[in-house]
């Protein structure tokens, strides 16, 4: 029995059908994408491979931090900066990885702020401090050492060695320190009366010799570089009492992938086990 052909006007309507059903489907089709589009996270992307970051070419940013010329850009060739000296070791154990930005000094605030936005990957020589473990991730492996001590001008016999004389001390003339480092929080908690006015270690001990203060409370480390620096070691007198005693770190971002934070911790472990860290650090004491 032969199959009756639909007329021209019912081939239309069929047509018509076709044509709203395929509209639907791809209106339909374009709504789910859209909206898994919208759905998707933002954020940094993650490596497609798992463990990128772990071998081969690797270029991270850091920089130097201003004002501190024991730890970078000194001037002296033959201590140029304890904290670039280690990354340039880091970078001779690991030829494939590049530190970018060690020339480049920025303010100790702007740092941590730049580290907590993942504007920096990695920053060599931080002390540890509560504020600072919800800005960036410390790594394990110990730099080298650090002493506070106070130093004062050669002709100035008085030598605090206790915290109740170094109170009794800054109560006549409040001591001085560099803009920004963590030693103000040491000194508040001792209760140790303080000026945080200097822009430097440098400027700081050069304000000692003026007369403008009576000590200034820092770092060995940084205070004796300075003094280097600024050709002011007959006329200052960096005391024997160590107040404090405080560590160095390697610090990263937060959003820095795990893998590469494994690779700078091994590559550190290699330099401590070696004694690399401890002989750099030795020529800076």
């Known amino acids: 029995?032969?199959?009756?052909?639909?007329?021209?006007?019912?081939?239309?309507?069929?047509?018509?059908?076709?044509?709203?059903?395929?509209?639907?489907?791809?209106?339909?089709?374009?709504?789910?994408?859209?909206?898994?589009?919208?759905?998707?996270?933002?954020?940094?992307a993650v490596p497609a491979v798992p463990g990128a970051g772990a071998t081969g070419p690797l270029t991270l940013r850091s920089a130097a931090q201003?004002?501190?010329?024991?730890?970078?850009?000194?001037?002296?060739?033959?201590?140029?900066g304890l904290c670039g000296e280690i990354a340039e070791a880091v970078m001779r154990t690991d030829p494939d990885l590049h530190i970018e930005g060690l020339n480049q000094?920025?303010?100790?605030?702007?740092?941590?702020?730049?580290?907590s936005n993942g504007d920096l990957d990695v920053f060599f020589c931080l002390l540890k401090s509560e504020h600072r473990h919800a800005l960036m991730r410390y790594l394990?492996?110990?730099?080298?050492?650090?002493?506070?001590?106070?130093?004062m001008r050669a002709d100035d016999a008085r030598a605090p060695r206790t915290w109740d004389e170094l109170r009794a001390f800054s109560r006549r003339q409040p001591l001085l320190l560099a803009q920004g480092?963590?030693?103000?929080?040491t000194l508040q908690e001792a209760d140790v009366s303080f000026i945080e006015s200097a822009r430097s270690d440098k400027e700081a001990l050069q304000m000692l010799v003026r007369g403008r203060t009576a000590g200034v409370y820092g770092q060995d480390f940084n205070?004796?570089?300075?003094?280097?620096?600024?050709?002011?070691?007959?006329r200052v007198r960096i005391g024997p009492q160590i107040f404090e005693e405080e560590t160095q770190y390697v610090v990263v971002s937060r959003q820095l992938p795990e893998a590469v934070v494994e690779r700078l911790t091994d590559r550190l472990r290699q330099l401590s086990a070696t004694g690399e860290i401890a002989r750099l650090a030795e020529r800076y004491r």
Not at 66 to 80: L, M
Not at 223 to 234: F, H, K, M, T, V
């Open 181 to 185: 480092t963590k030693l103000a929080a």
């Open 105 to 115: 000094p920025v303010p100790l605030r702007r740092l941590e702020l730049m580290l």
């Open 223 to 234: 205070l004796r570089q300075a003094a280097r620096g600024a050709g002011l070691e007959s």
């Open 66 to 80: 201003a004002g501190a010329p024991a730890k970078y850009a000194s001037g002296d060739p033959q201590r140029p």
């Open 140 to 151: 394990p492996v110990p730099l080298y050492r650090i002493s506070h001590v106070l130093a």
């Open 1 to 44: 029995m032969a199959v009756p052909r639909p007329n021209r006007r019912q081939a239309m309507a069929r047509g018509c059908a076709l044509v709203g059903v395929a509209v639907t489907v791809g209106v339909e089709l374009g709504l789910v994408a859209a909206n898994s589009a919208m759905a998707a996270p933002s954020g940094p």
